[in-house]
């Protein structure tokens, strides 16, 4: 996501969430605060195994082994062993704490922090985690006394603050709610933050008039496009009689997000004649919509594991939230963690709105490991269970398309093309998905069928530009409009390897040998690891007379491992120099192109 969670191939991802501009400095202040509080990024996943004959600083050390490589429930339990030797260290606490939190592990995280601030009285996120159990158990005048016990710092200013405004509503103190979120006030990179919870605290207390201008200057700061103040607002709009200001407002978003899951849901409860629930019904989930807003905050920031620190915190709050249990999955998936990005996305409820893109998600994490007949056992399971969704059908065209099966995915894409009925925008990636196949399978007149309503549908996305124009110049068909469109493709993404490559090579087969080198040098220091870019390359050296450059390209693109045919062609060239790879790449063209029609 992250997008919270990867796009769909039809062009629409599944969370988009506006942040606004806080969100930014949101960011930096809370990265300067916590940073050195968790490992740096990598796989998990099971990679240690702690013992009780593990001597002290041993498991201390590899309790630091499994945070930097983000395995922290492992971490945890190092720093478990290292903890009966040394119960009181300070820094063993604190790692220990900081890895139980961050894996949400808060069994374990809550009695770690009583014994640190026992040490470190003013530890900032231990103050924190303290006052949020506090908040979950009701003691919420023990809550604010845990935030004012914390150190001085951004932490007090930012989580804090909210913490403490949760617990005092949540004992229906609304002047004292108000009185800490005006902490806020002037401050214009949070102003969309304090709208938005005073609308929710006002609700919570009972306000109703004060939370509808609250939720109306929330919606003034977000121009409408953040999905959790349009799903809090349509709610509290629709619970005070204003059903139809409720539809039109989901309706609003909808034509900006189509097929937002969240929108789309809550609309569909109002068209039968269901009144949506607010977001947030108490203090707890109060706090757990603040601990998601900060995680969101820090999605993008993979560097860290502070977004999944929140998360965590977020779902410990509210078990139920599957916005933030999706958005955690994302992270783990933004870090290449595909077995904790499908542990979180099978904790998604089934039958609520983000279930079908979990599942589908997880299929894809499962590709990821290697395992495509899991993968495509979840979304089989899927289609079945809904016949009418396209999204399984796409997902399984993709992971076919990823592993050159073309035949398979063409199938599954032409099932999504059917179930989606006349098409329309959002369609594009459907027929350019297909055309591919299609091209692939040397089914030409059917690719360039898709490939030109693509271009339509899409209002000539450079991609589609770009694969229209490459395949034409490679027939030696349409050759000035082809360069055109690539042309175009190039002037939209210019930092695009792929597509500068396919200008290159159209210079190329122009006979426009010393424009095809300059562009091609460019595509290769755009894309270097790719094996059909250097290949170009050294064909274009070639023809300019640099042919000890040119084999230079050609055995660089042998070593990255390009298809079977392409191994073969470029040791011809290698061996005996461009025109023999090339007179063999026209022999196994002739041996493997399709049999004509009736034959």
């Not at 949070?190 to 006002?202: D, G, N, T, V, W």
């Not at 965590?312 to 939230?321: C, K, S, T």
């Amino acid at each position: 996501m992250m997008c919270v969670v990867t796009a769909f191939a039809r062009g629409t991802p599944v969370l988009r969430l506006r942040r606004g501009a806080f969100l930014a400095a949101m960011l930096t202040v809370l990265g300067a605060s916590l940073s050195g509080c968790a490992g740096t990024s990598g796989f998990s996943g099971g990679l240690f195994s702690t013992s009780k004959s593990e001597s002290p600083y041993g498991a201390y050390l590899a309790g630091r082994h499994a945070a930097s490589v983000n395995d922290n429930s492992e971490a945890a339990a190092f720093y478990d062993v290292a903890l009966k030797d040394q119960p009181n260290d300070p820094i063993i606490l604190e790692r220990a704490f900081m890895a139980a939190v961050t894996a949400g592990d808060m069994k374990r995280a809550v009695p770690l922090a009583k014994r640190l601030v026992a040490i470190e009285p003013g530890q900032r996120m231990a103050r924190l985690t303290l006052s949020l159990a506090d908040v979950k158990n009701g003691n919420y005048a023990a809550a604010r006394d845990e935030i004012a016990e914390a150190a001085p710092g951004p932490f007090t200013a930012l989580v804090g603050v909210l913490a403490s405004a949760w617990a005092a509503a949540g004992e229906g103190n609304k002047a004292l709610a108000l009185e800490k979120l005006g902490a806020f006030e002037g401050r214009a990179a949070f102003s969309l933050f304090r709208a938005y919870h005073e609308a929710l605290m006002l609700e919570v207390l009972g306000d109703t008039a004060g939370a509808g201008k609250a939720y109306q200057e929330a919606m003034e700061t977000s121009g409408g496009g953040s999905i959790r103040v349009i799903q809090a607002y349509a709610s509290y709009l629709a619970r005070n009689g204003r059903t139809d200001d409720a539809r039109t407002l989901l309706e609003s978003f909808l034509a900006l997000s189509p097929e937002h899951p969240l929108a789309a849901d809550e609309l569909r409860q109002l068209n039968a004649g269901k009144t949506p629930p607010p977001l947030v019904t108490d203090a707890a989930e109060g706090v757990a919509e603040a601990l998601y807003g900060l995680g969101s905050a820090l999605a993008t920031d993979t560097s860290s594991n502070l977004a999944e620190l929140y998360l965590n915190l977020a779902l410990y709050m509210r078990p139920d939230f599957d916005i933030a249990r999706s958005l955690l999955a994302g992270t783990y998936e933004a870090q290449q963690r595909w077995a904790d990005a499908i542990a979180a996305y099978g904790k998604v409820g089934k039958g609520t709105p983000l279930y079908m893109n979990a599942r589908i998600q997880s299929a894809l994490a499962l590709d990821r490991l290697g395992k495509e007949a899991e993968a495509i056992s979840v979304l089989e399971r899927l289609a079945k269970d809904d016949p009418k969704a396209v999204e399984p059908h796409v997902a399984m065209g993709d992971i076919y398309r990823a592993k050159e099966k073309y035949a398979e995915a063409a199938v599954q894409y032409d099932r999504a093309i059917a179930l989606s009925g006349e098409p329309d925008e959002r369609d594009w990636t459907l027929y350019y998905a297909r055309g591919i196949c299609a091209e692939r399978l040397g089914e030409w007149e059917k690719a360039e069928a898709d490939l030109t309503l693509a271009l339509e549908l899409s209002d000539e996305h450079p991609l589609v530009l770009n694969y229209l124009g490459y395949s034409w110049i490679e027939q030696h068909h349409r050759l000035d409009e082809a360069l055109a469109m690539i042309e175009k493709a190039v002037e939209r993404r210019p930092n695009d390897g792929f597509i500068v490559d396919s200008l290159g090579w159209a210079r190329y087969r122009l006979g426009e040998y010393d424009l095809a080198v300059r562009y091609l040098e460019r595509a290769a220091e755009l894309q270097p690891g790719d094996p059909t870019i250097n290949e170009h390359l050294g064909d274009a050296l070639w023809k300019v007379g640099r042919k000890i450059e040119a084999r230079f390209q050609w055995r660089h693109a042998l070593a990255l491992e390009p298809e079977k045919k392409r191994e073969d062609i470029l040791r011809t060239k290698l061996d005996f120099g461009l025109e023999a790879g090339e007179s063999a790449e026209k022999a196994e063209n002739e041996k493997t192109a399709p049999a004509p029609a009736g034959s």
